[in-house]
């Protein structure tokens, strides 16, 4: 069994590109960070780092470990912030606010758990379309989906990316068949948005590609079209990660890489702090991290 401790050097070697920055960063000396590295090496039986004149480089083998040693980070970073936490004794009302499928299928499956370990922070989720003002104080966590919010007086913590496509119910393809590629979609019935979720690129591209298809439905929600989707009223763009999850539902076409949306933490500079808001940040952003790596874009 190797040495956890090892992985610290490990991770502060493959970032610093030498056992020197790797000891000034650890506050040990580099023989040290030189023979720690070795121990490890020969503990899981792997060259981890290739020793060049100006510095290590990381293996194959070891980027893939360096991977994994960044995850178990993570992991233990998340377990001290969540204990801290829990030693601050957080407490208070919490208002969180995100898109409405977002909110029933990322933030309410984890609240069993989240309440559990802070019984006494109460958490209003406020599922909708409209942007409330996080650094005015409409709410104190936002989930927001897209592009990086500009504001300063954010705090923004990226999750990762959540990947859209085009799907229908089983029953719809049974009826109706599937479109053999994008042009094909003009002779399907379609689900699309209303205001400002028509906007989004995905619908944008649907009214391009398939002008003369027939628009069987609206809705000016996503749970809205995921719905109708499912009672096979016609073919429309739902989040991969909750789309796939649905037995009920299948991919019409491959998820496009552009349609793909970057998924933010957000909350304010002047309450990021407060007891409850970091209990509620500790715990959801690497449990949405892990389900957003492991969904992909």
Partial sequence: MYDWNDLRVLLAVGRQGSTLGAARLLRTSQSTAARRIAALEAALGVTLFER???GYRLTEQGRGLFAEAARVEAAALALADAAAAMARGAAGTLRVTTIDIAASALILPGLPEFQAAHPAVHVDLIA???MLDIARGEADV????????GDPALVLRRLGRIGVGLYCSRDYAAAQGLPADAAALDRHALIRGIGHIDTRPQHRWLAEVAPRARIAHRSNSTLGILDAVRRGIGIGSLPCLMADADPTLLRVLPPMPEFAAEVWLVTAEATRRLPHVRAFVDF?????RRQLAAAGA
């Fill in 284 to 288: 959801f952003a690497p449990r949405l």
């Fill in 128 to 130: 909708g379309d409209e």
């Fill in 52 to 54: 060049r004149q100006e």
């Fill in 142 to 149: 936002g989930l927001r989906f897209g592009q990086r919010p």
